[in-house]
């Protein structure tokens, strides 16, 4: 099988990714071994991604609540 290059830096180029991986399993192009194995993949990279999306949200709260706390 030749190199495929896949994107997963954000949310929507994993949604992409994974529709291309169901189009190319439906029509032949892909194994199912191999598709499996590349959404489990991107289900990982969801994963990393909100949780950095979420400890970002935590990091901007915190300076918030201590900006509040300096004000009083």
Known sequence: M???RLKTGTPTEVKRTLSRVINMTANGKMDVKTANTIILGCNAVL?????DEQQK?????EKMIEKLEMDV
């Open 57 to 61: 949200k935590i990091a901007e709260l």
């Open 2 to 4: 030749a190199d495929i």
């Open 47 to 51: 994963s990393s991604i909100r949780a």
